[in-house]
């Protein structure tokens, strides 16, 4: 019944910017962190940047300075602005959520992903 919609991948340039936004929905209580992961081909998922609502924030060395992850607890969505992306950025993003439902179950559930390209 928790669901998780991610949004704003697409193909860039190097040094370009981009915006990813996911949007939680459902039977939820509580969101207790939100975060991003990434996946490209022939590799392992990475924690790519999480928050807590309380705003608390982590990230992977790999994207400090130039990723920001930020969130709005009313509308149950947490966004990734990316700057300066590089060519390594290249991946499957996933949004993933900590969340208490109606029921007082508290689970993580992952969204689809979007395809984020960074190329010349």
């Known amino acids: 019944q928790v669901q998780l919609v991610e949004s704003g991948g697409g193909l860039v340039q190097p040094g370009g910017s981009l915006r990813l936004s996911c949007a939680a929905s459902?039977?939820?209580?509580?969101?207790?962190?939100m975060g991003w992961y990434r996946q490209a081909p022939g590799k392992q998922r990475e924690l790519v940047a999480t928050i807590t609502n309380g705003g608390s924030t982590n990230y992977a060395d790999s994207v400090k300075g130039r990723f920001t992850i930020t969130g709005d607890n009313a509308k149950n969505t947490v966004y990734l602005q990316m700057n300066s992306l590089k060519p390594e950025d290249t991946a499957v993003y996933s949004c993933n959520a900590i969340v208490q439902t109606f029921r007082g179950v508290r689970s993580a559930y992952w969204g689809q992903g979007t395809q984020v390209t960074v190329s010349s």
């Open positions: 459902g039977s939820i209580t509580a969101i207790y962190v």
